[in-house]
């Protein structure tokens, strides 16, 4: 199975501030790679997809980039809402698989 | 909109079969251009892809390697839905099962998510 790392595990940070999510692969994927949010009690949600693709409806301020065996999500300026616990998959090959998440707390 | 409704009993005891439905509204199980998965989630083992049924021409199933021997995922065409079958569950099975629709594009998506249904595994 690929498997995939996630950095950092938990993230604290302040309303506006800038933050990054790496997540690396196993091996190499080229860009079959999601990121997924996730609040408490709830499903998660598709970010981004194709590893740089920002989903329909989700705000600008998430960008994700990296192919290969290196991915980074970026949130530009941080919002109340955007405090929760962040997972990349990858869709490589159909034993999928995700990554361990980071959860982002308000500092 | 796609939705994805998820039913099944919360409770199952050990060696019992665990099952779910997802019924799907706002797309087709029969689709050529999606999947449908099953995944779960637990403190212990965090996000894990459990497997998925999907038709291109004639129906396919993969599973993940840790359940392949215990799993059915099956579409049921009449209703508009998928099942999960887990078959002698330990208190290990215990975990958030949720059902999610895959986009078979130029690469692939999980988009939307059921809501999610607590099993516990206990007698």
């Known amino acids: 199975d690929i498997q995939l790392t996630q950095s950092p595990s938990f993230l604290s940070a302040s309303v506006g501030d800038?933050?990054?999510?790496?997540c690396r692969a196993s091996q190499g994927i080229s860009s079959y790679l999601a990121w997924y949010q996730q609040?408490?009690?709830k499903a998660p949600?598709?970010?981004?997809?194709?590893?740089?693709?920002l989903q329909s409806g989700v705000?600008?301020?998430?960008?994700g980039s990296g192919s290969g065996t290196e991915f980074t999500l970026t949130i530009s300026s941080l919002q109340p809402e955007d405090?929760?616990?962040?997972y990349c998959q990858q869709l490589n090959s159909y034993l999928y698989t995700f990554g361990q998440g980071t959860k982002l707390e308000i500092k | 909109q796609v939705q994805l409704q998820q039913s099944g009993p919360g409770l199952v005891k050990p060696s019992q079969t665990l099952s779910l439905t997802c019924a799907i509204s706002g797309d087709s199980v029969s689709s050529n251009s999606a999947a449908w998965n099953w995944?779960?989630?637990s403190p212990s083992r965090g996000l894990e892809w459990l497997g998925r049924t999907y038709y291109r021409s004639k129906w396919y199933n993969d599973y993940a390697v840790s359940v392949k021997s215990r799993i059915t995922?099956?579409?049921d065409t009449s209703k508009n839905q998928f099942s999960l079958q887990l078959n002698s569950v330990t208190p290990e099975d215990t975990a958030v099962y949720y059902c999610a629709r895959e986009i078979a594009a130029r690469e692939n998506w999980f988009d939307p998510w059921?809501?999610?249904?607590l099993v516990t595994v206990s007698s």
């Open chain 2, 39 to 41: 995944i779960r989630q």
């Open chain 1, 83 to 86: 405090f929760a616990t962040y």
């Open chain 1, 59 to 63: 705000p600008s301020r998430f960008s």
């Open chain 2, 73 to 75: 995922i099956n579409p």
């Open chain 2, 114 to 117: 059921g809501q999610g249904t």
């Open chain 1, 18 to 22: 800038r933050v990054t999510i790496t």
């Open chain 1, 45 to 53: 949600k598709l970010l981004i997809y194709a590893a740089s693709t």
């Open chain 1, 39 to 41: 609040k408490p009690g």
